[in-house]
Every structure is written in C-alpha cells, then in structure tokens.
C-alpha cells in the first residue's frame, strides 16, 4: 500500500474547517469522499494540521495509504475532477511508509490580509479582514519585531487550546503592503498555537490603528495573559501558505515530543 502525500489549496469559506464535524461539511470529508470515489475504498486522510472554519490554504498537506497503485496524474487531474470547485490537489507524491505530515513538519507558513481602505471591498470580503481606516504599517512592522525568536505566547492563545505548553519560535514576521490599501502579515514558525497567527493580527492591527503604541506588543507577550492582547482577527483572512519538510522526522526532545507535534491553530 503507497503512502501519497497531497497539497491542497482550499477556499474555507462554506467549510466547517479541516477536521470531519456533524455540524457541516469539512475539508477532510470532501477529501475522502473524492478519494472514495476515485479508489473504489474507504480511506482516512491525515492533515499537516487542523484549519478552522472559513480560513483557506494555498499549501495544506494531507496523506493516505492507497489501497491500490494508480498513476500520479491520478491523484492531481483525476480526483480534482471529483473534488467541488473550491478545493483541489495541486501536488501529489509517493512517500516513505512512515511519513506523518504533522510529525514530520519542519514548520509552516502562514498569511493573514487585512483590508484596510475606507470603502467596503466585494471581492475581499471572503479573503481579507476589513477594518475601513488605514493601518501605520511601519509601525507594525516595528511592533512585530517584539515578537521574533522563541517565547511562550500564552497571550496569544486561545481559551480552549489544548496544547501543552504556549513556547514557540517565531522565525520571520514580515508586515506587507499599504496604508489605505491592503496589509499582510507573513509569519512563519515552528509550529503554532490555536488562533495564535488570528491573535498576532489583531493585536497588531491595534498599533496599526494608533490605538496602542509599538511598545505595548511586548508588554502583552511578557504579561502572557489573552486578556491584555488584541482581538483575535475573523477567519477569513488566514491562509496557510506552505508546510516545511526536511529528510525524516524530527528529533525528540527531553520532554518526549518536540514542539512540532503540538496543537495548531
């Protein structure tokens, strides 16, 4: 049986998010539905992590152990025919027999975009936050600095994360784009907490306004309490841009797992 790994661009909006629920239909069901049908056998798909309702991916990986051998093309051309029109295989490869897509990841890369002119935007309002006042993005860029490197960001965690521990690592957080226009937040990490990249946002997007000065991020970080940080920012403006991978998985750790196993958000 050949393990397939498959990257996946989504279009959130109408999905409960990745993982099957009873309230909707999700990522993960489509998916095996599409597979189903191309492989003539129930499969189970395991993601790189779990995207909450509304938010997108352009990168999301996903695998499967195939009942049956079948051409590459297959799983690109032949199960997109199966797939509604707002998911799709975008790359499919044969992998080790071990390969895990979350345990294996180096980390990910994920984009959040805001919308920030004055005027309502029909054809961003499924893609980007829309805020209607222009962002100071160099003083953004500024605040983001306070978050670089490994830290606990139990400020930017959600109540309900299960994850053991808030520490991660922070590699790169670039602030794009313009004032009046439209901003992206870059981040790319390790691993991350649930909704940490939507709290990053919001809490940014706070000294972007001129509501909190550049400062006040780092006060938030130190203070690890949700409650002093920002809102946390809609779904709908959250991609998951790429999953990072390297020869084999990762190294354990002294605590027994490494960070990279953790919950994502």
């Not at 049956?68 to 690109?76: C, G, H, I, S, T």
């Not at 959040?112 to 004055?118: L, M």
Request: aromatic residues 6%; glycine residues 10%.
């Amino acid at each position: 049986m050949p393990r397939l790994k498959l990257t996946l661009e989504y279009e959130g909006t109408r999905y409960v998010g990745w993982q099957v629920q009873p309230n909707g239909p999700s990522i993960q069901s489509v998916l095996e539905s599409g597979l189903e049908r191309l492989l003539g056998a129930r499969v189970s798909v395991a993601s790189a992590g779990r995207t909450d309702a509304g938010v997108h991916a352009s990168g999301q990986v996903a695998c499967f152990d195939a009942p049956r051998v079948l051409p590459m093309k297959a799983y690109v051309m032949g199960l997109n025919g199966l797939l509604p029109p707002d998911v799709a295989v975008v790359d499919a490869v044969e992998v080790a027999e071990d390969f895990d897509p979350r345990r294996w990841s180096r980390g990910k890369r994920y984009r959040y975009r805001v919308s920030n002119r004055r005027t309502r935007s029909p054809l961003r309002r499924m893609s980007h936050w829309e805020v209607f006042a222009p962002l100071d993005v160099e003083a953004m860029r500024r605040a983001a600095a306070h978050l670089l490197g490994r830290h606990d960001f139990s400020a930017f965690r959600a109540a309900d994360c299960q994850a053991k521990h808030a520490v991660r690592e922070l590699r790169s957080l670039t602030v794009e784009g313009a004032s009046g226009d439209a901003v992206s937040f870059v981040v790319e990490g390790t691993a991350f907490l649930k909704h940490m990249v939507r709290n990053l946002a919001g809490t940014l997007v706070e000294v972007g306004k001129g509501r909190r000065p550049e400062s006040w991020v780092a006060e938030v970080l130190a203070s690890k309490e949700r409650k002093r940080a920002g809102p946390t920012a809609p779904p709908q403006g959250l991609v998951l841009e790429a999953v990072f991978y390297g020869d084999g998985p990762p190294a354990r750790t002294s605590g027994g797992t490494a960070d990279l196993e953790e919950d994502e958000g």
